[in-house]
């Protein structure tokens, strides 16, 4: 499966964006699918995950309350609604797929996007 991430952009801390993750080659109902980031210096850190279904999400703690995990599998999407964002969100964001159980490790995910930027000005 293929995937492609976008939405990023520049916004004011405080202010939502709204991340998208289009899977194309293959249905994106098979797949588990993970929120990562990645600030500049710091490593790939989880942000969060949906099952297959929709049914199940788990969030960093981090973004607990502020962040919101979806899909729509008729559309092979999914998303990340993000609020009251804050400076430190500031970071490349990736979407990533795998197969069975919802995980937070990035190196169990065996399909990736390309990454789109979200700069949260202070």
């Known amino acids: 499966v293929q995937l492609q991430a976008s939405g990023g952009g520049l916004v004011q801390a405080g202010g939502s964006l709204s991340l998208s993750c289009v899977a194309s080659?293959?249905?994106?109902?098979?797949?588990?699918v993970g929120w990562f980031r990645q600030a500049p210096g710091k490593e790939r850190e989880f942000v969060a995950t949906?099952?297959?279904?929709?049914?199940?999400?788990r969030y960093a703690d981090s973004v607990k309350g502020r962040f919101t995990i979806s899909r729509d599998n008729a559309k092979d999407t999914a998303y990340l609604q993000m609020n009251s964002l804050k400076p430190e969100d500031t970071a490349v964001y990736y979407c990533?797929?795998?197969?069975?159980?919802?995980?937070?490790?990035?190196?169990?995910?065996?399909?990736w996007g390309q990454g789109t930027l979200v700069t949260v000005s202070s």
């Open positions: 949906i099952s297959w279904s929709g049914d199940s999400t």
């Open positions: 080659g293959r249905t994106l109902s098979s797949y588990v």
């Open positions: 990533a797929a795998k197969r069975l159980r919802m995980v937070m490790a990035a190196n169990e995910y065996d399909y």
